[in-house]
């Protein structure tokens, strides 16, 4: 609406009896048109009838106006109705029982407009306060979300002979997922992703627990064995039965060109050789982080070749779901990976995104983590 006319609409009578969050919604004439022909229909009725006093069905109007139009307007309305019934009625009554009649309404609709006016503006207060909660809640989740992207990398590792690329996309404001790659050496690097069981503002916070504890171990022993159970016991601490960890932690030297890795319930990385085109999974070998104290895992080591790409991912990407209720599936993502093997890491990891985005309609009922890591060994190194 042009700002002239909404002007002009702030200063029209109208506009100034209803109240504001009527008047903001729909025709402003309306409510006031129905109570102002109710009224009338009623003074008719009350004129024609002789026999009885109809004064009490001003009650229905006066009702209808209490919630639309403003006090003043509606205690206004009180008096017109006792003064049509005052001047038009032809009955021929004593003074003292017309008077009692009208005193007597007059009354009974002030203490009925009274008692509307009042529940409505409770609930127009309670309503004013849900907003005030709810927007304050929104800028809460707002920067917590900006707290959480704090843990993820920022900037790609620079090891030669490996391309990494990565990313999270929360399905809520905040979410459960988390990656993380943390350079041991010039050569060597150990990379993380995790999966908080749950969603919203709970799985996040034990996504930060999850992270915080990641970074505080980059300055100890980076034996992945002892890590995974330091921090089992740490996110065990601090979580309860129902809420739990998976994550997988590997170690890539790119020098001696092997991988070492511990999966904790997570989804099976993929692991594509591209020389042979087969596509090996990298499964669990122990339950998630914090179901229990102690944590018995098993170290698992595969030796890389040039050209072979990692795909870590969380279940938002294979659980990703259409509108026939069928799941994107490991199967679809392995035939983009095999699709995408020639790509760098950062299209790769574009292309599943897309895909999976593409599939479900870019409605990811959970949070969507992928890491990719491409193998580009010098040839002469081969050698």
Not at 198 to 214: D, H
């Amino acid at each position: 609406m042009p700002a002239e006319l909404r002007d002009l609409r702030e200063r029209a009578p109208l506009f100034s009896i209803l109240r504001k969050d009527v008047a903001s919604n729909g025709p402003t004439w309306l409510p006031l048109l129905l109570v102002l022909g109710a009224i009338a229909t009623v003074a008719y009725a009350d004129h024609r009838v002789v026999s009885i006093s109809l004064i009490y069905l001003y009650i229905l109007p006066l009702s209808v106006g209490a919630i639309f139009l403003r006090k003043r307007i509606s205690y206004s309305l009180i008096a017109i109705c006792i003064l049509f019934h005052y001047f038009d009625s032809p009955r021929r009554v004593s003074w003292g029982l017309r008077l009692f009649h009208d005193l007597s309404a007059l009354l009974c609709f002030t203490f009925v407009v009274y008692v509307i006016q009042r529940y409505i503006g409770q609930r127009e207060a309670l309503a004013k306060m849900v907003r005030q909660q709810r927007d304050d809640l929104l800028k809460d989740l707002g920067l917590a979300a900006q707290v959480q992207r704090l843990f993820l990398p920022v900037a790609k590792p620079a090891i030669a002979g490996l391309e990494i690329a990565g990313m999270m996309q929360p399905a809520q404001g905040v979410g459960g997922d988390y990656y993380d790659y943390i350079p041991i050496n010039a050569h060597t690097i150990q990379m993380v992703i995790a999966d908080v069981s749950g969603k919203g503002v709970p799985a996040a916070l034990l996504m930060s627990a999850t992270a915080a504890a990641m970074r505080v171990e980059a300055n100890r022993d980076r034996n992945i064995l002892e890590l995974v159970g330091r921090l089992n016991a740490g996110i065990h601490s601090v979580s309860d039965d129902e809420h739990y960890v998976t994550l997988l932690l590997a170690e890539i030297d790119a020098h001696k060109r092997t991988l070492h890795y511990v999966n904790c319930g997570h989804n099976p990385a993929l692991l594509l050789r591209t020389k042979t085109g087969t596509l090996e999974r990298m499964d669990s070998s122990c339950p998630p982080i914090g179901l229990s104290p102690d944590e018995i895992c098993e170290q698992a080591s595969e030796d890389l070749m040039a050209g072979d790409v990692l795909v870590f991912y969380t279940d938002g990407v294979t659980e990703a779901e259409n509108r026939l209720g069928e799941e994107f599936g490991i199967e679809r993502l392995s035939a983009t990976v095999r699709s995408g093997s020639s790509l760098s890491a950062e299209d790769l990891m574009s292309n599943i995104y897309n895909a999976a985005a593409d599939f479900c309609g870019d409605h990811f009922n959970d949070d969507v983590t992928i890491l990719v890591v491409k193998c580009d060994f010098d040839s002469s190194s081969d050698s």
